[in-house]
């Protein structure tokens, strides 16, 4: 009956609006907006492409690498106004570029700090998902941080399409942490941005005066060659749990730190029916990153087949603070089981 109070408890909990899920203001919305540019580009053959931007300092605007591949000529576009940039700097690998266009007459964004980032921290992106006329902002958290040559790629729940490469994505502040980038291949994506850090130093990279497509991003490398990150993704959607464990094993090992290697290693194990190796797996995740919400549900569903039902609540309990929507997917299993 105790158990089943308490469920009832975080049933209501999970039904009530949480203040960590308020959008920002609207006035701060608004503001952002107008540091936001559109890309357009002709490419080589004759075709048209589409993304987003963002003025990062003076009369520079950073976006994707792959929203300029192949152009002949490129556009920024804003408030009604079109400006052909005159230079760029290029990272390819990492897929951030920043174009340099004369007297533009758009105030530059706050960079942000991506180091200090969280995961399901709130976040929202503006860019031209699906190339409107006006920004769009959508809205989100930080689903995981993954790290990569000094900095963190970061996974979001926020969606995104075409268009929104190189759409800026910020902090509730208003502070720029990244640009979207690149979603994982299959079903149910994962959407990935890079960080901010990588932005900060390609300001101080010298200008060319073209685009020179010298490489290819990470995400588009060989399979083989991909980070573990996009790697993981396809054997988990699919359900092959021993490439999983195979894979998230390499990635544990090559990066002991990386708690995602951890985690999908967990992840497999649950799901090839060795709860122990499992639950033990994910009590490490939780002891480096206590926020980390999918191993909360995880170790939750296996405290909840091994009849540990105080440790269930505590879990779930620890979930529901963070992400409520997440703690619902078990909470009413359990507490139509409890009564």
């Known amino acids: 009956m105790r158990i089943y109070q308490s469920l009832c408890v975080l049933?209501?909990?999970?039904?009530?609006?949480?203040?960590a899920d308020a959008e920002p203001p609207a006035e701060l919305i608004f503001a952002l907006k107008g540091s936001i540019v559109k890309i357009h580009t002709v490419t080589k053959s004759g075709g048209h492409g589409i993304g987003s931007g963002v003025v990062v300092a003076e009369n520079l605007v950073a976006t994707n690498c792959h929203v300029l591949a192949d152009a002949n000529g490129i556009n920024v576009a804003a408030r009604g106004e079109t400006y052909a940039p005159v230079s760029v700097r290029e990272d390819?690998?990492?897929d951030i570029c920043v174009l340099r266009v004369e007297?533009?007459?758009?105030?530059p964004v706050v960079l942000g700090d991506d180091?200090?980032?969280?995961?399901e921290q709130d976040v929202f992106a503006i860019g031209f998902p699906g190339g409107p006329p006006k920004p769009q902002t959508t809205f989100g958290t930080i689903k995981a941080l993954?790290?990569?040559d000094d900095a963190a790629i970061i996974r979001t729940s926020s969606s995104f399409v075409l268009g929104a490469s190189g759409s800026a994505l910020f902090d509730s502040e208003g502070k720029l942490i990244g640009l979207n980038t690149f979603k994982s291949p299959g079903r149910h994506s994962y959407y990935y941005s890079m960080?901010?850090?990588?932005?900060?130093?390609?300001l101080q990279a010298p200008e060319t005066e073209h685009v020179s497509q010298n490489g290819r991003p990470l995400w588009d490398a060989p399979e083989n060659q991909r980070p573990y990150l996009m790697r993981v993704v396809i054997p988990m959607q699919n359900e092959e749990w021993d490439d999983l464990l195979r894979i998230a094993s390499e990635w544990a090992v090559q990066e002991p730190q990386t708690v995602e290697a951890i985690y999908y290693k967990a992840l497999a194990e649950e799901?090839?029916?060795?709860?122990?190796?499992?639950?033990?797996?994910?009590?490490?995740?939780?002891?480096?990153?206590?926020?980390?919400?999918a191993s909360l549900l995880a170790d939750a569903r296996i405290a909840r087949q091994q009849g540990e039902s105080n440790r269930m609540l505590t879990l779930l309990s620890q979930l529901q603070a963070l992400s409520p929507d997440m703690a619902q997917e078990l909470i009413p299993q359990e507490a139509g089981l409890a009564q």
């Open 11 to 19: 049933l209501t909990l999970v039904s009530l609006p949480s203040w």
């Open 92 to 94: 390819w690998r990492h």
């Open 103 to 107: 007297y533009l007459p758009l105030k």
């Open 115 to 119: 180091e200090q980032l969280q995961y």
């Open 146 to 148: 993954y790290p990569l």
């Open 195 to 202: 960080p901010v850090k990588w932005i900060k130093a390609l």
């Open 271 to 293: 799901h090839l029916g060795d709860l122990k190796a499992a639950d033990a797996l994910y009590r490490q995740v939780l002891q480096a990153n206590p926020r980390h919400s």
